[in-house]
Structure formats: C-alpha cells, structure tokens
C-alpha cells in the first residue's frame, strides 16, 4: 500500500518531509501495524513522526477542500462516534454532546444486518431510504430539552421490533419503507440539535465529518438547514469520508505548524481523548 500510495502521488519516500500515524483511539491491533510501520519509517527516513487522533483526521479531511473559519461547529457521524464539537480555534476540541449508547454508523449497520443487508449497511439503507415512497414511522430520541447528547438504541431496538414482528408474522419485512423512517428519524436529530449548537456558540460554519457524512439523505437536510440559517456547511468529498489516510495527514498539518513531533517513544492509545490531542 505504501508503494502503491507514493507512486500514485508521484513522490518518493525521500521527498517526504514527516510521517503522520494514527495513535488513537480504535482497536489496538490495527493502531499497533500503524505505529510501529510509522515509527519505522521516521526512523529509517530520518523524518519527524506525528501521531494523530482518528477522529481530528474525520474532521480535518475538510481543510483539504476547504477553508476553515472559526469558531465552527463539527458534527462527527461515524462508525464509532456521533458528536457535536466546538472548535475556536484550529486544534481546539471541545466536545458538547456525544451519544450514550450506540454511533449513528454502528445503528445503520446493526439495522442493516437485521434486515440482512451487506456490511457496511449505511450506504443501502441510505440507497432505500431514498428510493422508498413512504415509510414506517420511528421514534426521536431528543434526550433532555438542552442536552446536545444523541442517543440511537432506541430507535435500533424500534426498528428491530418491527422486523421481528413481521418475520413472526410471516410477512415480507419492508426494508425500504423501513430504511426511510430509520433514516428520517437520525437525520432530524442531527439536523436539530447541529441548528441549536451552530446558534447557541455563534458558529461561523457547521462542519461535517465521519463515515456517516456519505449520507445523502443528512446532506441535503443540513444544506437545506445551513441555507435557512445562513451559515455554510462543509462537507469532504465522498472519497474522503470513510476512513482515508490523506485525513490524518490533514490533521498532522495541525502539529506540523506548531512544530511539535513525537518521540519514538509514540504508542498507540485505544482511548486517545481528542480534547487532551
Ligand atoms: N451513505 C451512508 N449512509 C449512512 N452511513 C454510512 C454511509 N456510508 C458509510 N456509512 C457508515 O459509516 C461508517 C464507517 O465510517 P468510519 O469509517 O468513519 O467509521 P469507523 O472508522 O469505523 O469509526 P470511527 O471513525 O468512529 O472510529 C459505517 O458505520 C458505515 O455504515
Ligand atoms: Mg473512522
């Protein structure tokens, strides 16, 4: 991958001038390949090492198609976390809400398998979603009136209820018309509880990031919402949506200004906080 990576940019690995590696959080194992292959090429280059946070590399994927204006408001969706940051600075995260049990992209997918979709199950239910006329009703979990908290067992435990039902039954189970009230469902509270943030700090821009931020259906919704609130909304291309390494390069050049590197003595952290990054 690596030598695929540098001939496709057209730079060999001498004319780098730092290597970035995720550190954290994640699974250890896949996070230990990284940093050990980062640390190795550091040292074998004679290069600067940057361990970056996956999810700073989420929201940083924006800045290498746009400009970023603080103070803004991040809106992560991912497989592993739904939060609302507030950012007034570039490298400055405080996180204001963040979901008590399941992710937004961990909910698509547990749906997706119940209705025996493929994995990653967001991109079909996302499919369905918007090729379904009408569509089961689900609940919204708001939380507390001023609570920027998600919560999505819910509405996974709803949909799952709905399914078993039918199968119970004997019926077809309506995936579509299910898709499309599961996705109405996280969309509006996203969408509203992003609205109050972006009012409530005075944010001169929403930006959104994760896997989750593939979805069509949330981008049009918070296009529609930014529109109406004039303030823009940021979005990273498809390709960089998903998990990507151009991200955590974009998020290394945070470190790279300021000039601060890690030692060979970077491990790799399963709980890395993004505020402490
Ligand atoms: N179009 C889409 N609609 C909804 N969800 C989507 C879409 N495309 C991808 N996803 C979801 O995005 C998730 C993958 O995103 P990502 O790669 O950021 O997650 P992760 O790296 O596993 O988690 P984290 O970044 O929180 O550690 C999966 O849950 C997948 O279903
Ligand atoms: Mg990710």
Redesign the pocket.
């Known amino acids: 991958m690596l030598e695929e990576a540098v001939e496709k940019a057209g730079v060999s690995l001498q004319e780098l001038s730092a290597i970035a590696v995720t550190e954290g959080?994640?699974l250890i194992g896949a996070l230990l390949v990284g940093v050990v292959a980062g640390k190795a090429l550091a040292c074998a280059l004679d290069l600067p090492l940057i361990g970056v946070h996956?999810?700073a590399g989420?929201i940083y994927a924006n800045q290498l198609v746009h400009e970023l204006e603080y103070p803004l408001i991040s809106l992560?969706?991912?497989?592993?976390?739904t939060e609302l940051i507030l950012m007034e600075r570039p490298g400055q995260f405080r996180i204001i809400g963040r979901t008590r049990d399941d992710?937004?992209?961990?909910a698509?997918?547990k749906i997706?398998r119940a209705m025996g979709l493929p994995?990653?199950?967001?991109?079909h239910?996302?499919?369905l979603a918007q090729e379904a006329e009408s569509e089961i009703k689900m609940p919204r979990s708001w939380l507390e009136a001023d609570s920027y908290d998600f919560s999505f067992s819910g509405l996974k435990s709803a949909v799952l209820n709905v399914v078993n039902q039918s199968k119970m039954r004997g019926e077809a189970v309506q995936v579509a018309q299910i898709a499309k009230g599961f996705q109405a469902s996280v969309i509006d509270v996203l969408v509203e509880k992003a609205d109050r943030a972006v009012r409530e700090y005075g944010a001169k821009q929403l930006l959104l990031a994760?896997?989750?931020a593939?979805?069509?259906?949330?981008r049009s919704r918070l296009a529609e919402r930014c529109e109406q609130l004039n303030v823009p909304l940021l979005v990273p291309p498809l390709g960089l949506?998903?998990?990507n390494a151009a991200m955590i390069g974009a998020a290394a050049f945070l470190k790279w200004d300021k000039q601060e590197f890690d030692s060979m003595e970077l491990k790799a952290e399963p709980q890395l906080k993004l505020e402490e990054w």
Not at 76 to 81: A, D, E, N, Y
Not at 119 to 123: A, D, L, M, S, T
Not at 214 to 218: I, V
């Open positions: 959080p994640g996956h999810i989420h992560v969706v991912s497989g592993g976390h992710a937004a992209g961990e698509y997918d997706a994995y990653p199950g967001g991109p239910v996302d499919r994760g896997g989750v593939a979805n069509k259906g949330l949506c998903t998990d």
